[in-house]
């Protein structure tokens, strides 16, 4: 009930490797900065500026920063809608960096078709996958696996965590030291909290038997298809089965819940 696959389809993950030899599921975290630092070297992020916010939207193309001669059809990243078109040639896999968006550092691997918005900042080391969207005011602390047609929405902060494929955060949520399954969804204002408030390593705790973690901080694991209401709180070391729900304005204890949950 703890391993990767348990939670997860990792099938057409293309980080699947990440999760290549652990057992219990949240061991991928310590690994995740290794893993993105590996990518990096492989595929760096060059000529944007870096640390300020842009001052002209910048497309990026085939490994090319674009500005001139091109039009933005804007459309929903994530369904694949938003296109870029120079001298009437579609341009398949463009991506869009509208200015007044920050990215901090070369640490970062940008993909095919993403959107990011104004006032999005992001840092490294962090892979954004393709047709996500990272939209106004998000806030990408490093240390992130975002994948593809992801949404890390409006003022949503996220450090040290991994969203699978068709995970979304859309609005005013938090996600520390955790790992969204394929297709969850987030609703507004849920927090996924990461710390005790006693200085202690968390543990969670499954059917009376105590599950070390040895880790200081540690989310909230969500398997595939897990929905959350709106302003929702889960308390570190918490794990979701795949579909589970979560009602609005509930406060989730630690602890594993098995698939097809209801929280209420």
């Given at each position: 009930?703890?391993?990767?696959?348990?939670?997860?389809?990792?099938e057409?993950?293309?980080?699947r490797?990440?999760?290549?030899?652990?057992?219990?599921?949240w061991e991928?975290?310590p690994?995740?900065?290794?893993y993105?630092?590996?990518?990096?070297?492989?595929n760096?992020?060059t000529?944007?500026?870096?640390?300020i916010?842009?001052r002209a939207?910048?497309?990026?193309?085939?490994?090319?920063?674009l500005q001139?001669?091109i039009?933005?059809?804007?459309?929903?990243?994530?369904?694949?809608k938003m296109?870029?078109?120079k001298?009437?040639?579609?341009?398949?896999g463009?991506?869009?960096?509208?200015?007044?968006?920050?990215?901090?550092?070369?640490?970062?691997?940008?993909?095919r078709?993403?959107?990011?918005?104004?006032?999005?900042?992001?840092?490294?080391?962090?892979?954004?996958g393709?047709q996500?969207?990272?939209?106004?005011?998000?806030?990408i602390?490093?240390?992130?696996?975002?994948?593809?047609?992801c949404?890390?929405?409006?003022?949503?902060?996220?450090?040290?965590?991994?969203m699978l494929?068709?995970?979304?955060?859309?609005h005013?949520?938090y996600l520390?030291?955790s790992i969204?399954?394929n297709?969850?969804?987030?609703?507004?204002?849920t927090?996924?909290?990461?710390?005790k408030?006693?200085?202690a390593?968390?543990?969670?705790?499954?059917?009376?038997?105590e599950h070390?973690?040895?880790?200081?901080?540690?989310?909230?694991?969500l398997?595939?298809?897990?929905?959350?209401g709106?302003?929702?709180?889960?308390?570190?070391?918490t794990?979701?089965g795949?579909?589970?729900?979560?009602?609005?304005?509930?406060?989730?204890?630690s602890?594993?819940?098995?698939?097809?949950s209801?929280?209420?």
């Open positions: 009930m703890l391993k990767p696959e348990d939670l997860f389809d990792l057409g993950f293309r980080h490797d990440l999760f290549a030899g652990v057992n219990l599921v991928a975290l690994k995740l900065k290794a993105i630092l590996q990518a990096i070297a492989v760096p992020i000529g944007l500026p870096l640390s916010p842009l939207t910048l497309v990026v193309y085939e490994g090319k920063l001139e001669g039009e933005i059809i804007p459309g929903d990243a994530t369904k694949e296109k870029v078109v001298n009437g040639k579609v341009l398949e463009a991506s869009v960096l509208y200015a007044g968006c920050v990215l901090a550092d070369e640490g970062i691997v940008i993909g078709g993403i959107v990011v918005e104004p006032g999005a900042l992001i840092k490294g080391p962090t892979i954004i393709d996500t969207e990272v939209r106004q005011g998000a806030y602390r490093g240390t992130c696996l975002v994948g593809a047609h949404i890390v929405g409006h003022t949503t902060e996220i450090k040290n965590s991994i494929d068709g995970a979304k955060a859309g005013f949520a520390g030291d969204l399954g297709n969850c969804n987030l609703g507004a204002g927090k996924l909290a990461n710390l408030l006693l200085n390593p968390i543990t969670i705790r499954i059917e009376g038997k070390p973690t040895l880790l200081r901080k540690l989310g909230a694991i398997g595939d298809g897990v929905q959350t709106c302003n929702s709180v889960t308390n570190p070391g794990i979701l795949q579909r589970s729900l979560v009602y609005p304005n509930t406060t989730v204890k602890g594993y819940y098995p698939p097809g209801i929280i209420r």
